[in-house]
Nanobody, 125 residues
Framework: QLQASGGGLVQAGGSLRLSCAPSGRPFRSSCMGWFRQAPGKEREFVAA????????YYADSVKGRFAVSRDNAKDTAYLQMNDLKPEDTAVYYCAARATLGPGYVYTTVAEFKDWGQGTQVTVSS
C-alpha cells in the first residue's frame, strides 16, 4: 500500500511537493510513477522514475515544470511541482511496479500494480 501526501490549494505559478511512501513492504526495487485524474477525465501519466533513480520520464504537459525524484534510503518518492497551472488541478496518485531492470521506467496505468490513495491538488487562477 502506498500513501501520497502533500497536496493542497495553491495559486497559479505556485509550487507544491508531493511525497509517496509505502505503508507496508518497501518499494526500493520498483519503478515509481505519478498519475493524475481530473473530474470527468481518465487517469493520466505525469512522471516516473526508475528504481535506481537514474532514469526519469515526463508527460509533455509537465516537462520543465515538474521533477520526480526518490530517496531509497527513506523508501520515498517525490514530485516537485513548480509553476502550477489551473489545468494541473486533479487528484494525484503514486504507483509502483517491481522491475528486474534498474533503469526501466513504466508509463501507463496498466503497467503499474500497486496504487496509493490520491492527494488533491487544486490550482486557482
Amino acid at each position: 500500500q502506498l500513501q501520497a501526501s502533500g497536496g493542497g490549494l495553491v495559486q497559479a505559478g505556485g509550487s507544491l511537493r508531493l511525497s509517496c511512501a509505502p505503508s507496508g513492504r518497501p518499494f526500493r526495487s520498483s519503478c515509481m510513477g505519478w498519475f493524475r485524474q481530473a473530474p470527468g477525465k481518465e487517469r493520466e501519466f505525469v512522471a516516473a522514475i526508475s528504481w535506481r533513480g537514474d532514469n526519469t520520464y515526463y508527460a509533455d504537459s509537465v516537462k520543465g515544470r515538474f521533477a520526480v525524484s526518490r530517496d531509497n534510503a527513506k523508501d520515498t518518492a517525490y514530485l516537485q511541482m513548480n509553476d502550477l497551472k489551473p489545468e494541473d488541478t486533479a487528484v494525484y496518485y503514486c504507483a509502483a511496479r517491481a522491475t528486474l531492470g534498474p533503469g526501466y521506467v513504466y508509463t501507463t496505468v496498466a503497467e503499474f500494480k500497486d496504487w496509493g490513495q490520491g492527494t488533491q491538488v487544486t490550482v486557482s487562477s
